[in-house]
């Protein structure tokens, strides 16, 4: 086994044991001490039962997701990314309520040469984060548009807590989750935006990350399907 695996799988034996060990110890301290514990202190404890297990389900779709990377070829079709962005857009809004996400179309721009499942995972992680680092009630808009003639241009943007210059390249490593005031408060194994970035150059496409304080911006580009099709909307627009 060469040291990447090996560092990987300390890494993840860390991270499955952190959430296990706490599940043990407040499932274990409820069953001793049933009758010694008041109603609010046990409400709590299987908060926080609930709150590692929904931790451990995301680690470990996460490490099937990196597994898959190289094994799981894409399948590029003609999609409809602001039909597919909608969709995420939906299901997230029922995870982050507090949240006004937003799609802000170009209604002219031809389909783009996609895989539609590994393309929605890319924009759930993307829009998960937007909403993970900011504060609740902030905006968090997705748009589309020509970036030229052969290729679409989407952006995620929030309002939240930014990243510094000096983290812009980290972030897209495996593990890696900066420190800041939402990261306690917020739940994460910090392989999200390295699962995207490598999903995004499997389907031939490009993600940069702009932000200051006021907010962060991740701009994804990828070739439309046809060059033909695309060259007749981009002279219409
Ligand atoms: N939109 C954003 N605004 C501010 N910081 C961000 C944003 N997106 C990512 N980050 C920072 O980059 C780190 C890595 O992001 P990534 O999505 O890989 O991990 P995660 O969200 O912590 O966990 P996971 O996605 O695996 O559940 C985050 O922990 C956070 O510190
Ligand atoms: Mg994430």
């Known amino acids: 086994m060469n040291d990447i695996q090996n560092e ?29 514990i008041d109603d609010e202190s046990k409400k709590k404890f299987i908060g926080i039962i609930e709150e590692q297990s929904n931790r451990l389900i995301n680690l470990v ?5 990196v597994s898959k990377i190289n094994t799981d070829k894409p399948i590029l079709k003609p999609i409809d990314v602001n039909c597919s962005i909608e969709k995420v857009i939906q299901l997230l809004k029922q995870k982050y309520k507090s949240h006004n996400i937003e799609i802000q ?14 393309f929605q995972q890319v924009m759930t ?4 984060n937007a909403c993970k680092y900011s504060e609740e009630g902030k905006n968090v808009i997705i748009t589309t548009s020509f970036f030229d003639s052969d290729n679409v241009l989407i952006k995620v943007i929030d309002e939240g807590i930014g990243i510094r210059d000096e983290d ?3 972030i897209f490593e495996k593990f890696i989750r900066l420190e800041n005031h939402l990261i306690s408060k917020t739940q994460g194994n910090g392989l ?15 993600i940069e990350v702009l932000s200051n304080k ?3 911006e991740f701009w994804l580009k990828f070739p439309f399907f046809s060059e033909e099709e695309a060259l007749k909307c981009y002279r219409q627009s």
Do not use: C
Request: net charge neutral.
């Open 8 to 36: 990987f799988i300390s890494t993840v034996s860390h991270e499955l044991r952190t959430p296990l060990t706490s599940i043990r110890g407040f499932s274990q301290t409820l069953l001793n001490s049933w009758d010694k």
């Open 61 to 65: 779709e996460n490490i099937l997701a």
């Open 105 to 118: 179309p170009n209604k002219h721009i031809p389909q783009v040469r996609l895989d539609d499942d590994k």
């Open 125 to 128: 992680n993307l829009i998960d």
């Open 168 to 170: 812009k390249a980290k």
């Open 192 to 206: 999200g935006l390295y699962i995207t970035k490598n999903l995004i150059e499997l389907m031939n496409g490009e």
């Open 214 to 216: 006021s907010g962060t």
